[in-house]
């Protein structure tokens, strides 16, 4: 249940960081779901035995809310840290490893250009892969919510180019939103 805060100390950025880009919100694209079918089909028979789970997540999981048009995977993986396990079998298929952040649950993220796709590595059981799929089942069934954090999407990304710029602005509707979620489940 705790939020994560970067560790001042560590670099995550494999290859420096990002070039600044516009940050665009877009419709609910009903494509969505069959272009993440594709894509973990692909991953998956990438890794083989090495995938020990796969999930569809973050905003273009959630029928009906804006997002930015990046399909956000969670993969699992039993040590993310043995990355020659899983990294060079994704390189292959035109994924480039990005982040590394050994003091997040050894989360990596490697991106894949078209379609534009950003694939978080944890490992078995992360509290965060478990973080991620409550809040996509919330706003699943919480219209309410899913409206306040598509509008805070869009405010978040007016005028932003940079994704750490974009998450922070949107940042307080977020926590407010899995305080809710938290309380409801009975963890708060």
Request: some cysteine; glycine content about 4%.
């Amino acid at each position: 249940m705790r939020h994560h805060d970067a560790d001042p100390d560590e670099n995550p950025w494999v290859r420096g960081k990002p070039t600044p880009e516009a940050i665009a919100v877009v419709p609910y694209d009903p494509a969505w779901p069959s272009r993440y079918a594709r894509v973990a089909a692909d991953i998956a028979e990438a890794l083989g035995p090495a995938m020990l789970a796969i999930d569809h997540v973050g905003s273009t999981a959630v029928p009906a809310l804006p997002a930015k048009a990046v399909i956000d995977i969670d993969v699992a993986v039993a040590d993310p840290a043995d990355e020659a396990a899983y990294v060079p079998a994704l390189e292959a298929i035109g994924y480039v490893l990005t982040v590394r952040e050994p003091s997040w649950h050894q989360h990596r993220c490697l991106q894949h250009a078209s379609p534009r796709v950003n694939l978080h590595i944890f490992g078995p059981h992360c509290p965060e892969h478990i973080r991620h799929t409550m809040f996509r089942d919330w706003l699943r069934g919480h219209a309410d919510d899913r409206a306040r954090y598509a509008q805070a999407k869009q405010a978040a990304a007016q005028g932003v180019d940079q994704v750490s710029d974009y998450n922070r602005r949107k940042q307080d509707v977020l926590r407010e939103i899995y305080d809710r979620m938290f309380r409801a489940a009975g963890f708060l």
